[in-house]
């Protein structure tokens, strides 16, 4: 089979990547000359584990192919996949269509045969009617069919989650386009993926409905670890808890700064503003996006208490800066709101990231970016953990405690153990979970429910 990808930013690159392993030819395509020429000379624009090697071994297997020259992408190919950028319009919240409706004109002008065009961007419900009207417009006599095949990625496994997912998830406007589909997808029958084919308008809600749930998940169990400081309990053990009931489920319930990203904070505000539209409010999600982007500013006003409350000329020292471990992206992440927060009460902040440095130094001016998490945390007064890189997991808390000034540290990703922190002479504090000094040290309190 043969398939386009138009747009080689996060989606389209590890999606038409992941397509050409499973066998099918693959041409991207995008409008980015630079980007373009640096994919021919098997340069990835973005930190993906495993990424390079999957690109490198298809295209040197003549599968993947990149191109900015839509026509010749089109070319006898079953399928169009749209995966351009939705970004939130600044303003009012809404997701800005305007590459995805740019992108169906000029498919239609280069429709020469019967194609399935499949919108993989999240984009709000009828958009993909929107794109098929679009197409039946400028190419009135054009054949073909609209699909709706919203991804599940996360990033830093985003390769995993395309092979094995949990399921596929297919909008499609008649058989043929589904079958096309199904077919595209044929090598995950043999790992019994269940594949849900439905409306156009299901699939593309079901996305929406998929991480705000998510979303909702991950600010449920931050309130719940805010009441276990303030009644004594341990958040973790209430997550083991609840995530046990299989109704419940134990992932996504992990607490922390709160949730970023470049999903969950623009797919919670386009889904809310999509029902206020309709006349049926998601009062749920409105109140989810409300309380993130509250905890977000307020955890800033926790390291500062660590400090003891007067951070001038005090020196932090941030470890982690990326939404999360495993990628170089910022886009709303936590340290965006904390980290200047820190800067305006006076603080010096002293960072390191593993992969996101080069990305924040231009979005936070102001930081002094050090070599390694010791360099950052040289002389500094509190240390801050801000994202749960696997390298931050197992510091050497003895010669951490040296470079200090005070042995402060504020987990904000609960990685270590608070009565394993007390007996190492740390003043330390976690998400949710009571001071060490009155636990006893057992590990159970640290468990990862990601
Ligand atoms: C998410 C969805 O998981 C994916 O299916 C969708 O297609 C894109 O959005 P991603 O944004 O890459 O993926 O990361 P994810 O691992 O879901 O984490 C999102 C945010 O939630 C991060 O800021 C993370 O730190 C936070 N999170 C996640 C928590 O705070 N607690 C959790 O238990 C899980």
Partial sequence: MRIAMIGTGYVGLVSGACFSEFGVHVTCVDKDADKIDRLKRGEIPIYEPGLDDLVARNVAAGRLSFTLDLKEAMQGVDAVFIAVGTPSRRGDGHADLSYVYGAAEEIARNLDHYTVIVTKSTVPVGTGREVEAIIRKTAPKAEFDIASNPEF???????????????????ATSDRAADVMRRLYRPLYLIETPIVVTSLETAELTKYAANTFLAAKITFINEIADLCEKVGANVHDVARGIGLDGRIGKKFLHPGPGYGGSCFPKDTLALVRTAQQVGSPLRIIETVVDINDKRK????????????????????????????????????????????????????????????????????????????????????????????????????????????????????????????????????SSIGRPDGSAEKPTGSSAQSTL
């Fill in 153 to 171: 990625l996360r990033e830093g496994s985003a390769i995993g989650d395309f092979m094995r997912p949990d399921r596929v998830v297919i909008g």
């Fill in 297 to 428: 500013k307020q955890m800033a006003q926790r390291i500062i208490a660590a400090c003891g409350g007067d951070v001038t000329g005090k020196t932090i020292a941030v470890l982690g800066v990326a939404f999360k471990p495993n990628t170089d992206d910022m886009r709303d992440s936590p340290s965006l709101d904390i980290v200047p927060a820190l800067l305006a009460a006076g603080a010096s902040v002293r960072a390191y990231d593993p992969a996101a440095m080069h990305e924040a130094e231009k979005l936070l001016p102001g930081v002094a970016w050090a070599k390694d998490a010791y360099a950052a945390i040289d002389g500094a007064d509190c240390v801050a953990i801000l994202t749960e890189w696997n390298e931050f997991r197992a510091l050497d808390l003895r010669r951490i405690k040296a470079l200090l000034k005070s042995p402060v540290m504020v987990d904000l990703r609960n990685i270590y153990n608070p009565a394993d922190m007390a007996q190492a002479g740390f003043v330390y």
